[in-house]
Nanobody
Framework: QVQLVESGGGLVQAGGSLRLSCVAS????????RAWHRQAPGKQRELVAA???????NYADSVKGRFTISRDNAKNTVYLQMNSLKPEDTAVYYC????????????WGQGTQVTVSS
């Protein structure tokens, strides 16, 4: 089993920045892809960014150029640097660990709230 704990969420004004962190415990995740998803009220959960074990990344079109996903395998941690935040980025952000060699999610974090005020 893997336990994921997110941190770094909060309230920020539009144009501001936040850095989310997700620490995994229970087993190493260095060989698995990691991802961040988000879910706004009344909307479906959506993929924000993902990073493979080799460091390749992909992003939702809505966050390209503003968000950066990175990982530190020594710390079993993945990060999401969010710059130029917009009110539409307001959501609960969830950390995910993907199935080995796949794209489906094996483990979810509990989520951290990000609120961007206009």
């Amino acid at each position: 089993q893997v336990q994921l704990v997110e941190s770094g969420g909060g309230l920020v004004q539009a144009g501001g920045s936040l850095r989310l962190s997700c620490v995994a415990s229970g087993r190493t995740c260095s060989s698995r892809a990691r991802a961040w998803h988000r879910q706004a009220p009344g909307k479906q959960r959506e993929l924000v960014a993902a990073i493979t074990s080799g460091g390749s990344t992909n992003y939702a079109d809505s966050v390209k150029g503003r968000f950066t996903i990175s990982r530190d395998n020594a710390k079993n941690t993945v990060y999401l640097q969010m710059n130029s935040l917009k009110p539409e980025d307001t959501a609960v952000y969830y950390c995910a660990v993907r199935r080995l060699g796949g794209v489906t999610t094996d483990y979810w974090g509990q989520g951290t709230q990000v609120t961007v005020s206009s």
